[in-house]
T-cell receptor, first 112, second 117 residues
Framework: LAKTTQPISMDSYEGQEVNITCSHN???????ITWYQQFPSQGPRFIIQ???TKVKNEVASLFIPADRKSSTLSLPRVSLSDTAVYYC?????????????FGGGTRVLVKP | GAVVSQHPSRVICKSGTSVKIECRSL??????MFWYRQFPKKSLMLMAT?????????EQGVEKDKFLINHASLTLSTLTVTSAHPEDSSFYIC?????????????FGPGTRLTVL
């Protein structure tokens, strides 16, 4: 399973764009990149998933360079309610039942 | 879509009793579900992989006789913590694997807070 590295924490202000970069140097050919958001005492919530280039949905954008050794989650115009822990995970569709190995995540604090 | 529920949301029990936690995929079928535990301010730790109709696969260090997993249908997996002790107090989270639209995604339940007195 590819190991991921992401910043421990980030501070931002309301209305700003937040970009969190995750390194996954050992990503395999069939691995997908998935980002989750977790609030205290809640299960992780799926944000976005991608394989290459750029993916966008109503919540966030995911940028993946050609070598796929990193990815960047972009949260546009954050609000106080976006304060949470964000996890970057990499797993293959067929690898070991798609087991996810959670790293430490990035604690994002949005200030007023 | 892709909603996963857990029941109960929180439970308090006495030491030595057993507690069953249910995980349901509400709007999709999941041949594979996963069970995690999470301690305060820590990341999720995978405990076991639950496959419908077969035995669960446990991660190293997780006692299979302590944490019984049953995946009897495509929408339900249960985790039973047997003879619970205070050190089993934790936040237990399940996820269900959904294969759709070319993606392969796990959707998580809201979690169950277990407190063993």
């Amino acid at each position: 399973l590819a190991k991921t590295t992401q910043p421990i924490s980030m501070d931002s202000y309301e209305g700003q764009e937040v970009n969190i970069t995750c390194s996954h140097n050992n990503i395999a050919t069939n691995d997908y990149i998935t980002w989750y958001q977790q609030f205290p005492s809640q299960g992780p919530r799926f944000i976005i998933q991608g394989y290459k280039t750029k993916v966008k949905n109503e919540v966030a954008s995911l940028f993946i360079p050609a070598d796929r050794k990193s990815s960047t989650l972009s949260l546009p115009r954050v609000s106080l309610s976006d304060t949470a822990v964000y996890y970057c995970l990499v797993a293959g569709r067929e690898a070991a039942g798609n087991k996810l190995t959670f790293g430490g995540g990035t604690r994002v604090l949005v200030k007023p | 879509g892709a909603v996963v529920s857990q029941h109960p949301s929180r439970v308090i029990c006495k030491s030595g009793t057993s507690v069953k936690i249910e995980c349901r995929s509400l709007d999709f079928q999941a041949t594979t579900m996963f069970w995690y535990r999470q301690f305060p301010k820590k990341s999720l730790m995978l405990m076991a992989t639950s496959n419908e109709g077969s035995k669960a696969t446990y991660e190293q260090g997780v006692e299979k006789d302590k944490f019984l997993i049953n995946h009897a249908s495509l929408t339900l997996s249960t985790l039973t913590v047997t003879s619970a002790h205070p050190e089993d107090s934790s936040f237990y989270i399940c996820s269900a694997r959904a294969l759709a639209g070319g993606g392969d995604t796990q959707y998580f339940g809201p979690g169950t807070r277990l407190t063993v007195l």
